[in-house]
């Protein structure tokens, strides 16, 4: 079965510290990688995606994801975390099927919490 | 990106009662989907809405408990039929733009049924 793991409930750094929230996945073919963010009371918002090219990849609010096909991770880093980063984060892989479908398979997500 | 919103934000209902959330989206898309979850927990996918004719619905959900409509391509609507308490979640409608391979989300709707 196809499937999206996020093995950390949550990921606890200090303000301006790097952060790594890691995800892979089991999925057939060459997916299509996303992660959103989503903040209190609020819906998913996108932070960034991986469909083909380098595999370093820049999003919204400086983060960024690097996809690595061996391991069939893609995880998601920022270089110097804010205390408002601090939300729940989610990993959705988009498998490409021959029925066109744009169905998403989501992580069971990771809460960052960054401490001032 | 695509500006989506939904209506209500939040409401409170009761028991037996149905409750209809809109989502609009800011321009035309290929696809749109309706997803539950729980707070805290993932998004569990309950239908896709398609234009014109039936939604598509998940294993575990029925046309009965959650009729969608999707009159056109940038507007759709999900009742939340017969209510129980446990129906009570966050709903949420997000909309597939083909030409950012992108799907994006609308704000929610948190519901109550007590």
């Known amino acids: 079965a196809q499937s999206v793991a996020q093995p950390e409930d949550q990921v606890n750094v200090a303000e301006g510290n790097p952060l790594t929230v890691k995800c892979t996945y089991s999925v057939s073919g060459n997916p299509y990688l996303f992660w959103y963010v989503q903040y209190p009371n609020r819906g998913l918002q996108f932070l960034l995606k991986?469909?083909?090219?380098?595999?370093l990849v820049k999003g919204s609010y400086g983060f960024e994801a690097e996809f690595n096909k061996s391991q069939t991770s893609f995880h998601l880093k920022k270089p110097s975390a804010l205390v408002s980063d601090s939300a729940l984060y989610f990993c959705a892989v988009r498998p490409i099927r021959m029925d066109s479908s744009y169905k998403l398979i989501f992580g069971s997500g990771t809460r960052l919490l960054v401490r001032p | 990106s695509a500006v989506i919103s939904q209506k209500p934000s939040r409401d409170i209902c009761q028991r037996g009662t149905s409750l209809t959330i809109q989502c609009q989206v800011d321009s035309q898309v290929t696809m749109m989907f309706w997803y539950r979850q729980q707070p805290g927990q993932s998004l569990t996918l309950i239908a896709t809405a398609n234009q014109g004719s039936e939604a598509t619905y998940e294993s575990g959900f029925v046309i009965d408990k959650f009729p969608i409509s999707r009159p056109n391509l940038t507007f759709s609507t999900l009742t939340v039929s017969n209510m129980s308490p446990e129906d009570s979640s966050i709903y949420l409608c997000?909309?597939?733009?083909?030409?950012?391979?992108?799907?994006?989300f609308g704000p929610g709707t948190r519901l109550l049924v007590l």
């Open positions: 991986y469909i083909t090219g380098d595999n």
């Open positions: 997000s909309a597939y733009r083909a030409s950012e391979e992108t799907q994006y």
